[in-house]
Nanobody, 124 residues
Framework: QVQLVESGGGLVQAGGSLRLSCAASGRFFSSYYMGWFRQAPGKEREFVAAISWGGGNTYYADSVKGRFAISRDNAKKTVYLQMNSLKPEDTAVYYC?????????????????WGQGTQVTVSS
């Protein structure tokens, strides 16, 4: 069992930056692939980024590649999402999720545990 709590969301102007954090509790955090997803009003939940157990492999949606960076600190049981050059279309609730599989997935149905989400609003 893994509990996830996101933080770091807020209101930022276009071109600005935010760093989201996701703190995990429970055992075996380092054995989970971790992902970030987002959901805007009226839209489906979409994949943003994922990271492998040890952090050596990262995966990004095309829409955020080159602007966002996912990382993790297994000693702190925390995963991060550094978001730079933010755009109004990045506005959404951002969720972190844990997947107990053997490879990263962009399919949100493959993830086992979810946080409550944190709102990110980018003004133009």
């Amino acid at each position: 069992q893994v509990q996830l709590v996101e933080s770091g969301g807020g209101l930022v102007q276009a071109g600005g930056s935010l760093r989201l954090s996701c703190a995990a509790s429970g055992r075996f955090f380092s054995s989970y692939y971790m992902g970030w997803f987002r959901q805007a009003p009226g839209k489906e939940r979409e994949f943003v980024a994922a990271i492998s157990w040890g952090g050596g492999n990262t995966y990004y949606a095309d829409s955020v590649k080159g602007r966002f960076a996912i990382s993790r600190d297994n000693a702190k049981k925390t995963v991060y999402l550094q978001m730079n050059s933010l755009k109004p279309e990045d506005t959404a609730v951002y969720y972190c999720a844990a997947q107990g599989g053997t490879r990263a997935s962009s399919d949100y149905t493959k993830y086992d545990y979810w946080g409550q989400g944190t709102q990110v609003t980018v003004s133009s």
